[in-house]
């Protein structure tokens, strides 16, 4: 992660979220069916008190990731989708006025060694949470698909979801 990627995230610490907001395709295919989970196609934007956060698939060369962009405009998926204000739709809207007290991140190694975060995890102060991963569901599971995102609102899911065998989970590690 960039240091201007680690500081979007710290800076979500502490924010009223007000609005959050996914960019779909317009040929967008609706993944499987999971409960607590939501097929979010190419990204997210979290609207806070102070400011907005956008996670979405990157590609950069061999290697897919979840970037995280301060200025929603900037990101990947603001070119190849529309941003569809969910904000007051089930699972959405429990989360909307409440306050970020934690972040949590988790990332995989790429073969150069470097690490590619592939997950990021919002808690609430109303006990809430939300984890942003690469992925989709199928057959009434989390898979790995690296072009997609899931937005994880069960956080059993969350920890039992992981890109490779005793990797990490999407649950990750606290950030910061």
Avoid: C
């Avoid at 429990?94 to 995989?108: E, M, P, S």
């Avoid at 470097?114 to 102060?125: A, F, N, P």
């Avoid at 898979?143 to 990797?167: H, K, M, Q, T, W």
């Amino acid at each position: 992660m960039s240091d201007s990627e680690e500081q979007a995230l710290r800076d979500l610490v502490g924010g009223r979220i007000e609005r959050i907001g996914l960019w779909r395709a317009d040929d967008a295919l609706s993944g499987g069916e999971l409960a607590g989970v939501v097929d979010v196609d190419h990204g997210i934007v979290v609207s806070i008190t102070a400011g907005e956060l956008a996670l979405a698939w990157r590609i950069d060369g061999y290697y897919e990731y979840l970037s995280v962009v301060g200025d929603p405009a900037a990101s990947p998926a603001a070119r190849v989708g529309r941003l569809v204000d969910v904000s007051h739709s089930r699972p959405w809207r429990v989360l909307i006025g409440a306050t970020v007290t934690g972040v949590g991140t988790a990332t995989a190694e790429a073969e150069d060694g470097s690490k590619l975060l592939w997950s990021v995890r919002l808690e609430t102060d109303t006990g809430h949470s939300l984890t942003v991963a690469l992925g989709e569901t199928e057959d009434g599971a989390v898979e790995y698909r690296p072009s997609n995102l899931v937005a994880v609102f069960d956080r059993r899911v969350a920890e039992a979801y992981a890109i490779e065998p005793g990797g990490e989970s999407a649950w990750g590690t606290d950030f910061g």
